[in-house]
C-alpha cells in the first residue's frame, strides 16, 4: 500500500472541486484544512498514512464550511471515523 502523504494544498484543490467551489473561497478552505488538520493530529496517534485520516480532514473542513460554529456539533460520520483513528493510533500507553 502507498504511503499517504497529508499535503494542505492538494486537499484543499480537491475540496474546492468536489464542493463546486469558486477559487475566492480558496483561501477559507486552506485555512480550514489546516484547522481539520491540527484537529485530527491532536485527536489521535494514528499515522499520517492511515486511510482514514484525509477522509476525515475533508469531513470535517466540510463541516466547518457550512457551519462554522459546528452547532448541531461534529458530523457522525467524522466521530465514527475518529474512534477508529484513536483505536489504531492506540499504542497502550507506550
Known sequence: MAETIVDPNKIASDLMTELNLDESELPTITNL????ISVI???SDAPDSDNLTIPAIKTLTQ???YDRSLENGLPKGLLMMLAHLQASGDNNGK
Do not use: F, K, L, P
Open 63 to 65: 463541516a466547518t464550511y
Open 33 to 36: 484544512v489546516n484547522t481539520a
Open 41 to 43: 493530529n491532536r485527536s
